[in-house]
């Protein structure tokens, strides 16, 4: 999934069975620019992504790793989503690109 000012699906969990399908279709992502609606995406993938009906799968650990070079527009809605992501036992691994987001990308993985 990609987000910027909204998020979008770029593929599901089921899409892809190969290793190489996969890698792929990650760098073939195209940047989407805007503002980062980090609450948005995080709920995507909490509800949609990962859902067996798109090929979540009971006996593989959840992990979303996010990927950012900016801060959110809206920090309380993202530390809320990040907490109803640890009450379903996914993990969160946070990833800053630039340096306008360590501080920010350190506060989910405390929450989780």
């Known amino acids: ?5 909204s998020a979008r699906f770029n593929f599901y969990l089921s899409s892809y069975s190969d290793v190489t399908s ?3 279709a990650i760098r073939n992502l195209a940047y ?9 995406g995080l709920r995507y993938a909490r509800t949609w992504i990962f859902n067996p009906s798109y090929g979540d ?3 593989v650990p959840n992990v979303i790793i996010l990927v950012t070079g900016g801060p959110p527009d809206n ?5 809320n989503e990040v907490r109803l992501i640890k ?7 946070g990833v800053g690109v630039t340096t306008s987001v360590s501080d920010f990308i350190r506060l989910p993985v405390h929450v989780c």
Do not use: P
Request: glycine share 12%.
């Open 1 to 5: 999934m990609f987000l910027g000012t």
């Open 22 to 24: 996969l890698t792929n």
């Open 32 to 40: 989407l620019g805007g503002s980062t609606n980090m609450a948005q």
């Open 57 to 59: 799968r009971a006996d």
């Open 75 to 79: 920090q309380a809605a993202v530390l």
């Open 87 to 93: 009450d379903h036992g996914i993990a969160v691994v």
